[in-house]
C-alpha cells in the first residue's frame, strides 16, 4: 500500500503564498494520477486539483490561476504552489495518489493524513 506524507502546511497571511509537498513512499506500485483535496471546517471534502502521470492537470474553478499542481514523477512527489491565499482556503488539504500492483490492476486511492492551511491576519 502506498504511503503519503504531506508538509508544509501553516499560517499564512492573505495574498500570501504556500508550498504543499506529498511522498508516496512503498512505491513498488504504479502511480497514476496524484492530486490535492480540501476539507474547510463543517464542509464536504472537494477536489482541488489532480495531475495524471503524464502531466495532464486539473483544478477546481476557485483555486484556477492561483493554484498550481506539479509532480515529480522520480521522486514520487507531488506539489501544490499556492498563491493568493484568502481566508476561504484556510482548510486542512490531503494528498491523494491513485495507485496499483499490477499494469493490469484497478487503480486504487490512497490518502495522506492531511496538513492544516489557514490564512488569516
Known amino acids: 500500500q502506498v504511503q503519503l506524507v504531506e508538509s508544509g502546511g501553516g499560517l499564512v497571511q492573505p495574498g500570501g503564498s504556500l508550498r504543499l509537498s506529498c511522498v508516496a513512499s512503498?512505491?513498488?506500485?504504479?502511480?497514476?494520477?496524484m492530486g490535492w483535496y480540501r476539507q474547510a471546517p463543517g464542509k464536504q471534502r472537494e477536489s482541488v486539483a489532480t495531475i495524471t502521470s503524464g502531466g495532464s492537470t486539473n483544478y477546481a474553478d476557485s483555486v484556477k490561476g492561483r493554484f498550481t499542481i506539479s509532480r515529480d514523477n522520480a521522486k514520487n512527489t507531488v506539489y501544490l504552489q499556492m498563491t493568493s491565499l484568502s481566508p476561504e482556503d484556510t482548510a486542512v488539504y490531503y494528498c491523494?495518489?491513485?495507485?496499483?500492483?499490477?499494469?493490469?490492476?484497478?487503480?486504487?486511492?490512497?490518502w495522506g493524513l492531511g496538513t492544516q492551511v489557514t490564512v488569516s491576519s
Open positions: 512503498r512505491t513498488g506500485d504504479i502511480i497514476d494520477a
Open positions: 491523494h495518489a491513485d495507485a496499483r500492483p499490477h499494469i493490469w490492476s484497478a487503480s486504487t486511492r490512497n
